[in-house]
Structures are given as structure tokens and as C-alpha cells.
């Protein structure tokens, strides 16, 4: 004979409810995945208007009225930006046409140092100057035909990548515009969003569930925020360092990229110190310059690791930073871009329902074992 068991007697069993948890979480990721295209822009807009919300709660306080304090807040944006390109922008093209002029001087140093040491190295004999690289090349119509073979292949093919991602390219441009359209409305009802959700949340696990939300709004916002300004630091660091101390071309430039980009763990370092020490080598030909270069990435790294990032971000949301670039390697290569948008949000969230997994397990299974063990 058939017995039924009861559904809330099934729920009441821990491992049902950590099943069903995860079979949705799992079936969320899918719909996401199939929808990542669409909600990129929609993710982006929301990440914004999440990280600009306590200003305008602020200004709130104030007595500002809301759409006030967003069109505030606009044009403080539009007015940062303009004087950033004011200010940044011409001595960008500066220093990017003194290095083109040095173009020539650049290729010399390579052919008269490097040149010679992979000859001698490796036993081999390179063109010295383009001259000699293109007539040795013309005179070789073997070589020239196996060439142009090698070339039309891929030639080919970029072409063809070219006319199939204009879909992709117009996708693009839209979300110029969704995204800041979308920001300005979602940062003007955020708070009525997050009322209503809240009215639609069952009375016997609401606090529950609000208790949480707390603790991931509290740890995620706080590491949002405080690692945009670190990044704007270490931008500003990097460029000091390597524009007046190392001397490098485009040092400004490079420095500016490598602090914002460095929201990604040691991404900035890598990507900064590389072309840093190749311009710094180029400028000057000495080892001089490229020590600097070092010793500019080395302080800012140490400055960052022990007084920067401590002082402004703290240990609230407590994530290592190997485990921030595996979150961002995993949801980037499960959700694409759009991953790499919600990568720190998803391992805040899931950081929170692990620590309380832990707690649940300790309590339900080691302190009672401690305790038969005592007994």
C-alpha cells in the first residue's frame, strides 16, 4: 500500500531543501545563460544605478528631491568627464605622437641590440633594417608565393568574422544607449523595487531572507564602492610613477589603464608592467629606466596590499583575491561577458549561503558529535 509523505514533512528535511536550492540556482544560471546577450546591458545598468544609489540617498537626506539629485549627479558625472578629457586628453596625444616620431629612433635600437644578440644566440641571419626585410622577401618568390598563401586563409576568414559580427557591433552601439537610459531609470526606482519585493515575500521567512539580503547589500556594497575608489588610487599612482620617476612614454597613460583595470587582481600589474618595460627600454636603452618601472609596481603593489586596500576595503567582504579571479574566469566563461558583470555579485551571494551552510552543518552534526565524544 502507497504511502504519501506530506510536502511540508519532505521540506522539513534539510537535504530536500538544499537539493531543490540547488536545482534552482543551476535552472537560474541556464536561464541566464540563454538571456545573457539581452540582460548585459540590463546587468551593467543595474550595477550602476546600485553603486550610485547611496549618493542619491544622500542627497535625499538633504531635502534634495530625487530626479533632483539624479540630474545632479549627471551632470557632476558629464563635468568629471569633460575635464578629464581637458586634461588627459591633450597630453595623451602628445605623448602619443612624440612616441611616433620616435618611431624610427626605437627600430634602430632594436636592430642594433636585439638583432644581433638572437643572431648570435641562435645561430641565424635577420634583416638588419625593412629594406633589407622587403628584398630579401621580393627576391624569394618562393617564399613570397607560400606567403601569400598563408595570408589569404586567414585573411579570409577575418573578413568574413568582420561581416558577421556587424549584428554584433550594432548590438553594441545599443547598449550606448539602453545602458544609460535604463541607469537613470532604475537609480530613480530602486528603492520602490526594492519595497516591492519586499511586500511580495512570504511573513514566515521574510526576515529571514531580509536578514540576508542585509548581509549581501551590506558586504557587496561596501567592496563595490571602496574598490572603485583603490582602483581610481592606484590609477593615479601608476601614472605619477611612471610618467615623472621612470620616465616612460605613455607612462600616464599606461599608469591610468593599470589602476582601473586592476578591479581584476594583479590584471593591472601584468598588463601595466609589460609595455611600461618595453617603452621605458625603447626610450632610454639603459637598465636604468626599466629597474624604475619595477620599483614603481613593486611600492604601488605593497602600498595597495598593506595600507590601500585594508584601509578603504577592508575584510567586509572577505573574498581571496585567487578566489576573485576564479570567480571571474568561471562566470566569465559561463555567462560571457555578462558573467564577468555579475561574477562578484554571484560569490557574494553564494558566500553567504555557504557560511551559513558551515554554521548549519557545525551545529547539527560536529557540535553534537563533540558532545556524544564528551559524553
Not at 504511502?3 to 541566464?32: D, E, F, K, M, S
Not at 542627497?59 to 563635468?79: F, H, K, T, W, Y
Amino acid at each position: 500500500m502507497n504511502q504519501h509523505v506530506p510536502l511540508n514533512v519532505l521540506w522539513n528535511n534539510p537535504w530536500v531543501r538544499l537539493a531543490t536550492y540547488v536545482v534552482a540556482v543551476i535552472a537560474a544560471v541556464g536561464l541566464v545563460w540563454y538571456f545573457s546577450t539581452l540582460l548585459t546591458a540590463f546587468a551593467a545598468a543595474f550595477l550602476l544605478a546600485y553603486i550610485c544609489d547611496p549618493i542619491i540617498d544622500r542627497l535625499e537626506n538633504l531635502g534634495v528631491r530625487r530626479s533632483l539629485g539624479i540630474l545632479i549627479l549627471i551632470l557632476a558625472l558629464a563635468l568629471l568627464l569633460a575635464l578629464l578629457l581637458l586634461i588627459v586628453f591633450p597630453g595623451v596625444a602628445q605623448e602619443m605622437g612624440r612616441v611616433g616620431q620616435r618611431t624610427n629612433d626605437y627600430a634602430q635600437r632594436v636592430t642594433q641590440d636585439v638583432v644581433p644578440w638572437i643572431e648570435d644566440t641562435f645561430s641565424v641571419e635577420l634583416p638588419h633594417s625593412y629594406s633589407e626585410f622587403t628584398d630579401r622577401l621580393l627576391a624569394d618568390e618562393q617564399r613570397l608565393g607560400w606567403l601569400a598563401q598563408k595570408l589569404r586563409q586567414p585573411a579570409t576568414a577575418a573578413l568574413s568574422k568582420v561581416f558577421s559580427s556587424l549584428s554584433s557591433v550594432a548590438v553594441s552601439l545599443l547598449w550606448l544607449v539602453v545602458i544609460p537610459v535604463a541607469w537613470v531609470y532604475l537609480l530613480k526606482d530602486i528603492d520602490s523595487l526594492i519595497q516591492r519585493c519586499r511586500s511580495m515575500l512570504p511573513a514566515r521567512h521574510k526576515q529571514t531572507i531580509v536578514d540576508h539580503l542585509r548581509r549581501i547589500d551590506e558586504a557587496l556594497g561596501n567592496f563595490l564602492r571602496g574598490q572603485l575608489m583603490v582602483c581610481a588610487l592606484l590609477a593615479v599612482l601608476y601614472a605619477v610613477g611612471l610618467k615623472w620617476i621612470a620616465q616612460v612614454p605613455l607612462g600616464g597613460t599606461i599608469g591610468i589603464i593599470a589602476g582601473l583595470i586592476s578591479f581584476v587582481p594583479y590584471l593591472g600589474l601584468v598588463l601595466g608592467i609589460i609595455p611600461a618595460l618595453l617603452l621605458a627600454w625603447l626610450e632610454h636603452g639603459d637598465l636604468l629606466h626599466p629597474a624604475l618601472v619595477c620599483a614603481v609596481f613593486v611600492v604601488v603593489q605593497l602600498a595597495e596590499g598593506n595600507f590601500i586596500t585594508p584601509k578603504i576595503v577592508g575584510e567586509k567582504l572577505g573574498l581571496h583575491p585567487v578566489l576573485v579571479i576564479f570567480s571571474i574566469m568561471v562566470w566569465g566563461q559561463v555567462l560571457g561577458f555578462l558573467g564577468i558583470l555579475l561574477a562578484l555579485p554571484i560569490t557574494a551571494v553564494l558566500k553567504v549561503f555557504w557560511e551559513d551552510f558551515v554554521k548549519w552543518y557545525s551545529d547539527q552534526y560536529l557540535s553534537a558529535a563533540g558532545g556524544d565524544a564528551d559524553g
